[in-house]
């Protein structure tokens, strides 16, 4: 599969500190929905979940929200997306985030967002998937994150063959033809029966 059909995007329930995180956020919308790729989120509508997932359906785009019952209220759930799926738990919901998407933006968030492309990068690591893995430095954001990676390897925690698969994008206009140049590759290494640790920073 060579072409970009949907991306998962991980991004904070919180608009941050910073007003280019939501511009970013809404950014990234309208180009997704601009190249006819859909859009997979948490289902909120605050913070930059409710920004990427408004400024995609206002520019025409497709979006599918999911979120867990007992998130409903507290993230305001978006019910004007076109596909919104309701689940029982968190666990429901990133397996459905997953089979659903191509590849997978993480944008700047908390907790959540982290725990959600660490959980990605080390499915990745594992062979459990070959999809890409985008890390949004926008405005430096994720650059304490990639630091932290390139101890570990330095470390040797993160071994040759092993690494965890990723991409870094420092402007919102770079995500897109990341991933679809990602994609082109991991078409390559299935060819080739290739590690998908070769993907590592593209």
Not at 21 to 50: C, P, Q, S, T
Request: charged content about 20%; overall charge negative.
């Amino acid at each position: 599969m060579t072409k970009l059909r949907t991306v998962c995007v991980f991004c904070g329930s919180s608009p941050g500190a910073m007003p280019e995180h939501i511009a970013d956020a809404e950014k990234l919308g309208r180009l997704l929905a601009e190249a006819g790729v859909g859009l997979v989120y948490g289902g909120g509508n605050i913070g930059l979940m409710g920004a990427v997932a408004r400024a995609t359906l206002a520019a025409g785009g497709h979006v599918t929200g999911v979120i867990p019952k007992f998130l409903v209220e507290r993230e305001v759930m978006l019910a004007d997306v076109q596909e919104l799926v309701v689940t029982e738990d968190m666990h429901e919901r990133k397996r459905l985030m997953f089979e659903r998407s191509d590849a997978f933006v993480a944008l700047p968030g908390g907790i959540g967002t982290l725990e959600e492309l660490v959980e990605q990068m080390t499915w990745a690591q594992l062979g459990r998937h070959a999809k890409p893995i985008l890390i949004a430095d926008l405005h430096g954001f994720w650059s304490p994150l990639t630091a932290l990676l390139d101890h570990m390897s330095a470390e040797g925690f993160l071994r040759p063959g092993l690494e965890a698969p990723y991409i870094v994008a420092t402007a919102v206009e770079e995500i897109l033809p990341a991933l679809e140049g990602a994609l082109l590759i991991v078409a390559d290494i299935a060819d080739d029966a290739e590690p998908v640790a070769s993907i590592h920073q593209l």
